[in-house]
């Protein structure tokens, strides 16, 4: 099974709820978090994601792509988020940083940027429930994937398999109808999308489509 949680970094943020109505048979919704200083763009904080929590039924990560994440974690587990991911790059604490968000009873992951190694996981693969493979270099949405990332997908799903089986391989950056399967032939489990869902006439049925190329239904 793969899961697909639409990210809403390009949906019309004037229209949250509606936007996020448009893709309600998703598995998770995307929440892209972005401080102006460890990425080149400036998003959303806890009360946008406390307010698309209550606006929609589906769970909402939050990947915060921030530096020192550990300061606003407690703001977005307290708006309501089932998932914190938090980036390897973004503080020496990182280990804190995951427990932290263990500790309040919120899935966690890891991200990796496309220039980060493999091996940073190694010492919390154990105790994340989720490692994400950025397949782009993070801050703007409707990039190119990397080609380079595949084989890191690979990589990671290997560790994975090896260390933490229930833990998710998720993707982000580039995948739409053209490089989906190649993603999920690398290993991954759970791709974010954005542009490729909210940039069609009907994110749905895009949706749809995306879902079925990546299970092997079309």
């Known amino acids: 099974m793969v899961f697909i949680a639409p990210s809403i970094l390009n949906a019309d943020f004037a229209r949250l709820a509606e936007e996020a109505a448009k893709v309600a048979a998703a598995d998770w919704l995307h929440l892209d978090v972005m401080d102006g ?57 990182l280990h804190r940083a995951v ?33 994400l493979v950025m397949t782009v270099d993070p801050g703007f ?26 833990c998710h391989l998720e993707v982000d950056g580039g995948i739409n109808a053209e490089t989906i399967k190649s993603v999920v032939e690398a290993g991954a489990d759970t791709l974010v999308i954005g542009n490729a869902i909210y940039a069609a006439p009907d994110p749905g049925a895009m949706l749809d489509q995306l879902k079925a190329l990546a299970e092997g239904r079309v």
């Open 99 to 131: 427990t932290t968000v263990k500790a309040a009873g919120v899935d966690v992951g890891v991200a990796l940027n496309p220039g980060t190694p493999v091996y940073v996981l190694e010492h919390l693969l154990e105790e994340i429930d989720l490692a």
């Open 37 to 93: 200083h460890f990425v080149p763009n400036l998003t959303v904080g806890p009360m946008v994601a406390g307010s698309l929590v209550r606006a929609q039924r589906l769970p909402v990560e939050a990947h915060l792509m921030v530096w020192e994440p550990e300061k606003m974690i407690p703001w977005f587990i307290e708006a309501g988020c089932r998932r914190i991911i938090v980036h390897a790059e973004s503080t020496p604490h």
């Open 141 to 166: 949405g409707a990039q190119a994937l990397v080609p380079a990332t595949l084989p890191k997908i690979t990589r990671v799903r290997r560790l994975i398999d090896e260390r933490n089986p229930a």
